[in-house]
């Protein structure tokens, strides 16, 4: 292992993340949730669904290999998998479709009913969704077992979660910053972004297969 591999992995995780989770997509949908809420109790959800999300994020990142293994899942064919799962996720992102990867229309009002959103839908499956988490499986697949980059790809992840953190915590602010139209931009640039990585990643899967 080298800088340049360190270096690398860092970057590919800290822009996959970047994404996939969609900080600045978050805010708009956290104002629909929870706008009419006190500013204190905007800020204990905020940090209540990050940490969450972290720590799912984290026993994915350390033990979702071994569980692919016990359940006879080869990673090429987990691999193309998520790739196809964000691909449909960075589609709805471009075309500014409800994302029905992430939630549903009836988990959306639900979620509009419950006291307590942090758990759901803001860490699950908003940060903490399907893609993030099958992103940071391949991602620390790609260390390749060595605790320095797994340490890189965790700690950049965590930075990530950082972002969405703030963008929670300044949600109104960024919507008045930038507005919707603002908003959509950045995430349909992000969608773009996700769907050239997603059929890198159906491409390597598939490399995989033939391979062995």
């Known amino acids: 292992m080298n800088v340049v591999e360190l270096s690398s992995l860092s970057l590919q995780t800290f822009l996959t993340m970047l994404v996939v989770m969609d900080p600045i997509g978050l805010a708009p949908i956290f104002i629909g949730l929870a706008g009419t809420r006190a500013s204190t109790e905007r ?35 987990f691999r193309a998998a998520g ?6 996720i960075a589609l709805d992102m471009v ?12 988990e959306e009002r639900e979620a509009r009913e419950r006291a307590d959103i942090s758990v759901f839908p803001l860490a699950i499956p908003l940060i903490a969704g ?8 391949i991602l620390s697949s790609d ?15 965590g ?12 949600s109104g602010q960024i919507a008045r910053v930038i507005g919707l139209t603002g908003v959509h931009v950045v995430t349909r640039v992000l969608g ?7 059929v890198q990643y159906v491409a390597d899967g598939v490399r995989g297969f033939v391979i062995h």
């Open 159 to 170: 930075g990530v979660l950082l972002l969405c953190y703030l963008a929670l915590r300044l």
């Open 192 to 198: 773009v972004l996700l769907c050239a990585l997603a």
């Open 43 to 77: 800020r204990a959800l905020a940090l209540k669904a990050s940490l969450v999300a972290g720590g799912i994020l984290l026993v994915f990142g350390l033990f979702g290999r071994a569980l692919l293994t016990r359940l006879g899942i080869s990673l090429d064919a």
């Open 95 to 106: 075309f500014a479709r409800p994302n029905s990867a992430k939630e549903s229309e009836q």
């Open 143 to 157: 260390a390749h077992g060595s605790l320095l980059l797994q340490a890189a790809v965790l700690l950049v992840t």
């Open 130 to 137: 399907p893609g993030t988490l099958a992103s940071i499986m």
């Open 83 to 88: 790739g196809l799962l964000l691909f449909l």
